[in-house]
């Protein structure tokens, strides 16, 4: 089933949506949780892409995003 997204309005609303990608409650959204929760979102977006997109932001180097990177880069963009 595809969703409908809307922009984060709130440190709750990212905090929202973090729980909703890391499916497994690991505490980390890895390649394959992100790219799952595009998908329901209609965003064609290939493994390579989304694993750019993961590695753009993964300050720690683990391959995956905690909360911290994940709202630092949603909390940056909403600014810019």
Not at 12 to 20: M, P, S, V
Not at 69 to 76: D, V, Y
């Given at each position: 089933?595809?969703?409908?997204?809307?922009?984060?309005?709130?440190?709750?609303?990212?905090?929202?949506?973090?729980?909703?990608?890391?499916?497994?409650?690991?505490?980390?959204?890895?390649?394959?949780?992100?790219?799952?929760?595009?998908?329901?979102?209609?965003?064609?977006?290939?493994?390579?892409?989304v694993k750019a997109v993961v590695s753009a932001?993964?300050?720690d180097g683990d391959g995956k995003l905690n909360y911290?990177?994940?709202?630092?880069?949603?909390?940056?963009?909403?600014?810019?």
């Open positions: 089933m595809k969703r409908h997204w809307r922009e984060p309005e709130s440190v709750e609303d990212l905090t929202e949506a973090f729980q909703l990608i890391d499916v497994n409650k690991d505490g980390s959204v890895d390649v394959k949780e992100l790219t799952n929760f595009l998908t329901s979102f209609g965003e064609a977006l290939s493994e390579q892409e932001y993964d300050v911290k990177e994940f709202i630092s880069k949603l909390l940056r963009s909403n600014i810019e």
